[in-house]
């Protein structure tokens, strides 16, 4: 019996009719045998398959299990707005919203697999529901945070050429004033109540689509998402990810950091343009967990206590920032009956507060820490002893090591920076690839007879002597001498 689930496991997520392509229902496997299944993946114990796209070989699946009876009587999605106004929907009623936005950006917007929409939304769920629409169809979404300027958004929108946008009011204007300027832009989509000139009114159309629409048939490799790095050292650079380096990367994190199981409600008040909020998705979804959502308009720390004691949150992740919050309030004050694991991530947690919270709550809080690059790659997990300072142990599957500047593991003791190794097997939850950065090298009359490929040997080695190895230039560079004898510069 536990050989033929296990197989009906492994066909559910590599078949499906072609995994992604019009499809029966999912078969009703057990979803202790499905989780197992996905665990192992990201374990590194099974390969990844062909064909996945978490739309259909995820939250469909756990939409025939709660049809089943297989799931507890639990939310996959609660959003509140501090005012009274809620949002609930079970994984079915996130399958029927997402299967008529999918129908809004194939229809009325024209977007194919491949094509690229920014979603730029506060914490509504407009912001779920296209995600989850944008993997239906194959279309690449590019989220970027509410606080964007004018210059930022067209940046962003010339360089990824995204054909499409959705926002709120707040944004439309500054869309509008350089929009212009992007001709890759073809539909904007508005989040409102009102009407907006040049802009189609995404409700009114959600209102009207149709709940039927097949799912598009990806491959693991192909792209999901692009995120922009936060441009510390530079323009922001994209940074892609695959339907499997997030769709099955965030399995084991969800169970082993996170700690979730199908009954428990995750709130994450992080910003919908960060990639924390891709992981809350990811991870609290393959588990079957909740993913709760406070509009927060502005972001308060008697909101979120008052929140924690009305609502039933089990989980809670805020970054460190939030926590000093937080502790500065008198929270003897407050009754948190659900609450039973804390997270923390994206800087660094002062040791002073996570023993100040500890002493007031009794709960511990668990520190994380990952890039715009990767998945989790070390953690605090539930269950270990935690060291005031430290980030834990690796996530799986990253080995993880402290590396001298020539990328030698360092002994304990040792400073150094922190390695992640890619070879001989590249992590199947590492990102893609950056995708804006190239360069363009005029060979000087000296240098015009040398042998192209030596040339781009001592091209890349500069390259790898200048920064970090990982770097080098790699594609195209026959091109450029190539072009270079054609008389293009």
Same mark, same amino acid.
């Given at each position: 019996?536990?050989?033929?689930?296990?197989?009906?496991?492994?066909?559910?997520?590599?078949?499906?009719?072609?995994?992604?392509? !019009?499809?029966?229902?999912?078969? @009703?496997?057990? #979803?202790?045998?499905?989780?197992?299944?996905?665990?192992?993946?990201?374990?590194? %114990?099974?390969?990844?398959?062909?064909?996945?796209?978490?739309?259909?070989?995820?939250?469909?699946?756990?939409?025939?299990?709660?049809?089943?009876?297989?799931?507890?009587?639990? @939310?996959?999605?609660?959003?509140?707005? /501090?005012?009274?106004?809620?949002?609930?929907?079970?994984?079915?009623?996130?399958?029927?919203?997402?299967?008529?936005?999918?129908?809004?950006?194939?229809?009325?917007?024209?977007?194919? @697999?491949?094509?690229?929409?920014?979603?730029?939304?506060?914490?509504?769920?407009?912001?779920?529901?296209?995600?989850?629409?944008?993997?239906?169809?194959?279309?690449?979404?590019?989220?970027?945070?509410? *606080?964007?300027?004018? %210059?930022?958004?067209?940046?962003?929108?010339?360089?990824?050429?995204?054909?499409?946008?959705?926002?709120?009011?707040?944004?439309?204007?500054?869309?509008?004033?350089?929009?212009?300027?992007?001709?890759?832009?073809?539909?904007?989509?508005? !989040?409102?109540? +009102?009407?907006?000139?040049?802009?189609?009114?995404?409700?009114?159309?959600?209102?009207?689509? +149709?709940?039927?629409?097949?799912?598009?048939?990806?491959?693991?490799?192909?792209?999901?998402?692009?995120?922009?790095?936060?441009?510390?050292?530079?323009?922001?650079?994209? !940074?892609?990810?695959?339907?499997?380096?997030?769709?099955?990367?965030?399995?084991?994190?969800?169970?082993?950091?996170? #700690?979730?199981?199908?009954?428990?409600?995750?709130?994450?008040?992080?910003?919908?343009?960060?990639?924390?909020?891709?992981?809350?998705?990811? +991870?609290?979804?393959?588990? /079957?967990?909740?993913?709760?959502?406070?509009?927060?308009?502005? !972001?308060?720390?008697?909101?979120?206590?008052?929140?924690?004691?009305?609502?039933?949150?089990?989980?809670?992740?805020?970054?460190?920032?939030?926590?000093?919050?937080?502790?500065?309030?008198?929270?003897?004050?407050?009754?948190?009956?659900?609450?039973?694991?804390?997270?923390?991530?994206?800087?660094?947690?002062?040791?002073?507060?996570?023993?100040?919270?500890?002493? *007031?709550?009794?709960?511990?809080?668990?520190?994380?820490?990952?890039?715009?690059?990767?998945?989790?790659?070390?953690?605090?997990?539930? /269950?270990?002893?935690?060291?005031?300072?430290?980030?834990?142990?690796?996530? @799986?599957?990253?080995?993880?090591?402290?590396?001298?500047?020539?990328?030698?593991?360092?002994?304990?003791?040792?400073?150094? +920076?922190?390695?992640?190794?890619?070879?001989?097997?590249?992590?199947?939850?590492?990102?893609?690839?950056?995708?804006?950065?190239?360069?363009?090298?005029?060979?000087?009359?000296?240098?015009?007879?040398?042998?192209?490929?030596?040339?781009?040997?001592?091209?890349?080695?500069?390259?790898?002597?200048?920064?970090?190895?990982?770097?080098?230039?790699? %594609?195209?560079?026959?091109?450029?001498?190539?072009?270079?004898? %054609?008389?293009?510069?």
């Amino acid at each position: 019996m536990r050989l033929w689930l296990r197989g009906l496991v492994l066909q559910a997520l590599r078949n499906f009719r072609g995994v992604c392509g !019009v499809h029966g229902p999912p078969p @009703p496997v057990p #979803a202790p045998q499905i989780m197992a299944t996905w665990e192992a993946i990201n374990l590194g %114990k099974k390969p990844v398959p062909e064909y996945f796209n978490f739309a259909h070989d995820v939250l469909d699946v756990w939409s025939q299990l709660e049809k089943d009876g297989h799931r507890p009587l639990n @939310p996959a999605f609660w959003w509140v707005d /501090g005012t009274g106004a809620e949002v609930k929907w079970s994984f079915e009623e996130l399958g029927e919203q997402s299967r008529k936005a999918a129908n809004v950006l194939g229809g009325a917007c024209g977007l194919q @697999p491949g094509d690229r929409m920014m979603l730029v939304l506060p914490r509504l769920p407009e912001w779920w529901l296209i995600s989850v629409a944008c993997m239906r169809t194959g279309v690449v979404m590019i989220p970027g945070v509410t *606080q964007l300027t004018e %210059k930022d958004l067209k940046y962003r929108l010339q360089i990824s050429r995204a054909k499409s946008i959705i926002t709120t009011n707040s944004l439309a204007p500054h869309v509008d004033a350089i929009s212009a300027d992007c001709p890759s832009l073809q539909t904007k989509l508005l !989040v409102s109540d +009102s009407s907006r000139p040049g802009w189609m009114n995404f409700k009114e159309l959600l209102r009207e689509a +149709s709940t039927g629409h097949n799912c598009v048939r990806t491959k693991s490799r192909d792209t999901l998402a692009i995120y922009f790095t936060s441009g510390t050292t530079g323009n922001p650079k994209m !940074v892609e990810h695959s339907q499997s380096s997030y769709g099955l990367g965030f399995v084991a994190s969800g169970r082993r950091w996170v #700690a979730l199981t199908e009954s428990d409600i995750f709130w994450n008040t992080t910003d919908t343009g960060w990639v924390k909020a891709a992981w809350t998705l990811f +991870s609290a979804w393959a588990n /079957g967990a909740c993913i709760f959502v406070h509009e927060l308009p502005q !972001v308060g720390a008697k909101v979120i206590l008052n929140t924690l004691t009305k609502f039933p949150v089990t989980t809670l992740c805020c970054v460190p920032t939030i926590f000093r919050l937080l502790v500065q309030e008198d929270l003897t004050r407050y009754s948190f009956q659900s609450l039973r694991h804390c997270l923390t991530g994206g800087e660094a947690l002062n040791p002073d507060v996570r023993e100040k919270w500890k002493s *007031q709550t009794g709960l511990e809080l668990h520190e994380g820490y990952g890039q715009s690059e990767t998945v989790l790659i070390c953690a605090n997990l539930r /269950g270990m002893m935690i060291k005031s300072g430290s980030m834990g142990k690796a996530s @799986p599957p990253y080995d993880v090591q402290i590396v001298d500047d020539e990328g030698k593991v360092l002994p304990p003791g040792e400073e150094g +920076s922190v390695g992640v190794r890619v070879r001989p097997t590249r992590p199947f939850c590492f990102f893609n690839c950056y995708l804006v950065v190239k360069a363009f090298v005029v060979l000087s009359p000296a240098y015009s007879s040398h042998d192209p490929e030596a040339l781009i040997r001592e091209l890349q080695d500069h390259v790898k002597r200048m920064t970090a190895p990982y770097k080098y230039p790699r %594609k195209n560079c026959q091109r450029l001498f190539l072009e270079r004898s %054609k008389g293009v510069n």
